[in-house]
């Protein structure tokens, strides 16, 4: 579950990044964007896999409101309402990088990964 969890979450990292500097409203920004969202989506779902002990921790509340904020996202711009769906991904995309940052702290498996 961890692998799969790191590889949508890189995958959505990168993804993000790409879509942050293309034309917005496109075809492929519209494509980029669906598939970013299947990673968000997969990435949050994941993480509930992932547990200490069995059990969920304060973190696992970031993904619940990354699901959240990808159903508003994508509901704001069904609704024509591009100014919210892209505070809504943008937010979303700096959750990402912020969960990421966190990720590396000491004593987290990612620390311990890249540098122990």
């Known amino acids: ?68 904020a990808l159903g508003c996202a994508v509901y704001f711009v069904r609704r024509g309402s591009v100014r919210a769906h892209r505070g809504f991904m943008v937010g979303t995309y700096l959750g990402l990088l912020g969960a990421g940052l966190g990720a590396l702290a000491p004593g987290r498996l990612l620390h311990f990964f890249f540098f122990a």
């Open 1 to 68: 579950m961890i692998g799969l969890h790191l590889a949508s979450a890189f995958s959505a990292l990168a993804l993000g990044a790409i879509i942050l500097v293309v034309q917005k409203g496109t075809p492929a920004h519209r494509a980029l964007g669906r598939i970013w969202v299947a990673l968000m989506l997969l990435t949050a779902l994941s993480s509930f896999g992932i547990t200490r002990d069995g059990s969920f921790s304060w973190i696992h509340l970031l993904s619940i409101w990354t699901l959240v």
